[in-house]
């Protein structure tokens, strides 16, 4: 799970709890607190399997929205993670019935200019970024093409 969906069900259980808190509902209601628990319980789970398996696989992969992303309401970021090293790949979303596009160099761009923990890498990055839940909807273009 990208780290931008998850703030966004992290700020929904904080925005529950301290709404609930001010309304004095949640520690009134069993059922309430009870669901709210649930819920965290989830966050909680989800963020330690996410981040387990970013361990086993040594990589992760992210999204980031357009709001967290500075250009226009539709440009997105995809964030490659290796250790300590990173990779930002920009994208665009689609309309309605179009795919969303993740802008990548060719081959002879990627090895000129990326770092050198990456050059010579790009199959083996591009195919791990688009293996990824967070790319489905993605179609790949040469970063030579964004306008």
Same mark, same amino acid.
Do not use: C, Q
């Given at each position: 799970?990208?780290?931008?969906?998850?703030?966004?069900?992290?700020?929904?259980?904080?925005?529950?709890?301290?709404?609930?808190?001010?309304?004095?509902?949640?520690?009134?209601?069993?059922?309430?607190?009870? #669901?709210?628990?649930?819920? =965290?319980?989830?966050?909680?789970?989800?963020? !330690?399997?996410?981040? &387990? *398996? %970013?361990?086993?696989? +040594?990589?992760?992969?992210?999204?980031?929205?357009?709001?967290?992303?500075?250009?226009?309401?539709?440009?997105?970021?995809?964030?490659?993670?290796?250790?300590?090293?990173?990779?930002?790949?920009?994208?665009?979303?689609?309309?309605?019935?179009?795919?969303?596009?993740?802008? #990548?160099?060719?081959?002879? =761009?990627?090895?000129?200019?990326?770092?050198? !923990?990456?050059?010579? &890498? *790009? %199959?083996?990055?591009? +195919?791990?970024?688009?293996?990824?839940?967070?790319?489905?909807?993605?179609?790949?273009?040469?970063?030579?093409?964004?306008?």
């Amino acid at each position: 799970m990208s780290e931008s969906r998850v703030f966004g069900l992290f700020g929904w259980l904080i925005g529950g709890l301290a709404f609930a808190v001010i309304g004095g509902r949640l520690w009134d209601s069993p059922w309430l607190f009870a #669901v709210f628990a649930v819920l =965290v319980v989830v966050f909680i789970v989800n963020r !330690w399997n996410a981040r &387990r *398996r %970013a361990k086993k696989l +040594g990589y992760s992969v992210h999204y980031h929205s357009p709001g967290l992303v500075r250009g226009g309401d539709k440009d997105v970021e995809i964030v490659y993670l290796e250790g300590d090293n990173k990779i930002y790949f920009k994208g665009v979303l689609g309309d309605k019935h179009e795919r969303d596009t993740l802008f #990548v160099p060719d081959a002879v =761009v990627w090895d000129a200019e990326m770092e050198s !923990w990456a050059k010579g &890498r *790009r %199959a083996e990055i591009v +195919g791990r970024v688009f293996k990824d839940s967070v790319t489905r909807n993605f179609s790949i273009a040469d970063s030579a093409d964004r306008k």
